[in-house]
């Protein structure tokens, strides 16, 4: 796909990641494509009975903030102390005025 990975962090319950990806790549084939390699990985290394949820969040940033969410996401494990994953992921909808129904967004 010939993206570029800025960088890739997390947590227990959730992988945070800013890529650079070409336009005529769908969120879902992306998506899809880092699943596949990182479960194949994953279970290589450590875990036979790793998986992805089955859901996940996609949202586009603008050149001019790479930075910040670049810091952002360096800093997770400091930040989730604060607030948790499934707090910080819903005032994002709301504060973005996203539509959601919670019993779609965790499984």
């Known amino acids: 796909m010939n993206g570029t990975a800025l960088i890739v962090n997390?947590?227990?319950?959730?992988?945070?990641?800013?890529?650079r990806v070409r336009p005529v790549h769908?969120?879902?084939?992306?998506?899809?494509?880092?699943?596949?390699n990182s479960s194949r990985w994953v279970?290589?290394?450590w875990s036979r009975e790793f998986a992805w949820q089955t859901g996940y969040g996609v949202f586009s940033v603008s050149e001019s903030n790479v930075a910040a969410v670049t810091k952002?996401?360096?800093g997770q494990e400091e930040h989730h102390r604060k607030h948790s994953f499934r707090e910080e992921f819903v005032a994002f909808l709301k504060k973005?005025?996203?539509e959601y129904d919670e019993k779609y967004i965790w499984d």
Do not use: C, F, W
């Open 10 to 19: 997390g947590t227990a319950d959730h992988v945070p990641m800013l890529v």
């Open 26 to 36: 769908s969120s879902a084939a992306v998506v899809r494509v880092v699943k596949t």
């Open 43 to 45: 279970r290589e290394k």
């Open 72 to 74: 952002y996401i360096a």
């Open 96 to 98: 973005n005025q996203l």
